[in-house]
């Protein structure tokens, strides 16, 4: 490194009065991403455990360059050092009010976050995170200062076997947060073996909108009540089964109507955000739900588009777009400025109309997902 950073087991020694030997070593094999063999067995065959100890490291040649990969669990004291290197870097690439920031959040993420953390000579190479809730395992998109893949990839490799070693009731595990504001490099995921796609974050500024609600004859608009939860678990489920967004959001729409259900009880908890009731629709046909609009409040002038989905049989009709005018309408009226929503690029039908309704877009983002 040229940056003359602190050499983080010195300071951690320091700032924890603990001794810089105290982690356990593993050693691993370098990996070859043009083997078929899984990851996890070529990491297992060589890997040696010592129990007892509070942090596991994990030493790795490459290039014949030694990289020491240290995991620190949540709330560890050695996060310090880390912090540390993480800010001074920053400040002098970035400046001091963005590496504040982002030294903020790592600061929050390290009490609830898995850290896998990459050294070369104390001095800081890599991070990534790991977050488990329940069976879903979110690692962040690896950051390294010099975008350097093949340590990326190291990350991402450790983080994945230490999920299946100590998280074992995991069943999904995927990347779509990042450690810096707008970084979206997925090149340590995909050598990895990651499967990435991307998302566009699209914007509607509602002083533009004047659109009027059209419906086929025989549908209405009613709004949401909590006595439509099974029916819309049911028909969320069957809108996106074998989807692209299934995939990405497994732990979202489930493989069940039953999992679908606990992802709709997420947002309408607020989870993400309070729910709009005069924007959070549905639609009626014959007194069965052919359509769902779930919109929740970002702040006092935006909203987000969070779930829409229209039931497969009842697709084509021109649905979508009278749930999305009708919610549009009503954030105009509720005074909201603008509204936002995310989209699979890949979703060229969704896409379409969310163009033609005068939505743009803003930005994007990689989602990945592990494989199995």
């Known amino acids: 490194m040229k940056y003359g950073l602190i050499c983080l087991q010195t300071l951690a020694a320091i700032t924890t009065k603990r001794p810089a030997s105290e982690c356990k070593v593993i050693s691993t094999p370098t990996l070859n991403t043009q083997t078929s063999v899984s990851v996890i067995d070529r990491m297992n065959t060589r890997n040696k455990r010592h129990e007892g100890e509070d942090n596991t490291v994990m030493t790795m040649e490459e290039n014949s360059q030694d990289h020491t990969i240290i995991h620190l669990p949540p709330g560890d004291a050695d996060w310090a050092g880390v912090i540390t290197q993480f800010v001074l870097y920053l400040s002098m690439t970035e400046g001091r009010a963005f590496a504040a920031g982002s030294a903020e959040r790592l600061l929050r993420a390290s009490k609830n976050c898995e850290g896998i953390i990459a050294l070369a000579d104390g001095k800081l190479q890599g991070i990534t995170l790991v977050e488990v809730v329940k069976e ?34 995991v069943c999904y595990i995927r990347s779509e947060r990042a450690l810096l504001p707008g970084a979206t490099d997925t090149s340590g995921l995909l050598a990895a073996g ?179």
């Open 136 to 169: 879903t395992a979110e690692i962040s998109l690896p950051w390294t200062p010099d975008g350097e893949t093949a340590v990326a990839q190291e990350l991402v490799l450790a983080a994945v076997q230490i999920i299946h070693t100590d998280f074992p009731q």
């Open 194 to 372: 990651f499967q990435c796609h991307w998302r566009l974050r699209m914007q509607l500024e509602l002083s533009y909108w004047q659109d009027t609600p059209q419906l086929p004859t025989g549908y209405i608009i009613a709004p949401w009540k909590m006595r439509y939860l099974d029916e819309a678990a049911q028909m969320v489920f069957l809108a996106n089964a074998g989807t692209l967004d299934a995939e990405l959001y497994a732990p979202f729409f489930g493989n069940s109507t039953w999992q679908c259900r606990h992802g709709l009880l997420a947002i309408l908890a607020g989870n993400y955000g309070p729910l709009i009731p005069q924007a959070t629709v549905i639609i009626l046909h014959d007194q069965r739900m052919a359509g769902i609009n779930l919109v929740i409040k970002n702040d006092s002038e935006q909203a987000c588009i969070l779930e829409i989905s229209v039931h497969p049989s009842e697709q084509g009709k021109g649905l979508g777009r009278a749930l999305m005018a009708h919610s549009l309408t009503a954030l105009q009226h509720k005074h909201y400025a603008r509204v936002e929503l995310a989209v699979t690029r890949a979703n060229t039908r969704a896409l379409s109309l969310y163009e033609s309704l005068g939505f743009q877009t803003i930005g994007e983002f990689p989602v990945c997902v592990w494989p199995g």
